[in-house]
Nanobody, 125 residues
Framework: QVQLVESGGGSVQSGGSLRLSCTAS???????MGWFRQRPGKEREGVAG???????AYADSVKGRLTISRDNAKGTVYLQMNSLKPEDTAIYYC????????????????????WGQGTQVTVSS
């Protein structure tokens, strides 16, 4: 059983930056980790995924602006968010997946078993 707790959300102006953190209670070193978001009136979508060997995947809408990384020793996954836009406003969720998740599935919610409670990110214009 893995419990995930996100932090680092908040309000920022367009063009600003935030770093989200996700701390796990269990071992995550061998699992895929992902960040998902749910924008107002939209379905949850995957924005960044990272497998156990360091392969990353990003949604087209965030490529070049968001970076996912992990510190296995600390049991923490990060999402560095730069050049934020109002359309990035959403609740961001951290998720822990299976031991092996193929690259093509890193942004698919069905491949993740554990979820955090979410953290709100609001970007104003």
């Amino acid at each position: 059983q893995v419990q995930l707790v996100e932090s680092g959300g908040g309000s920022v102006q367009s063009g600003g930056s935030l770093r989200l953190s996700c701390t796990a209670s269990g071992t995550i070193g061998r699992t895929a980790m992902g960040w998902f978001r749910q924008r107002p009136g939209k379905e949850r979508e995957g924005v960044a995924g990272l497998d156990s060997v360091g392969t990353t995947a990003y949604a087209d809408s965030v490529k070049g602006r968001l970076t996912i990384s992990r510190d296995n020793a600390k049991g923490t996954v990060y999402l560095q968010m730069n050049s934020l836009k109002p359309e990035d406003t959403a609740i961001y969720y951290c998720a822990a997946g299976r031991v092996f998740v193929a690259y093509k599935n890193l942004l698919r919610a069905s491949y993740y078993n554990y979820w955090g409670q979410g953290t709100q990110v609001t970007v104003s214009s």
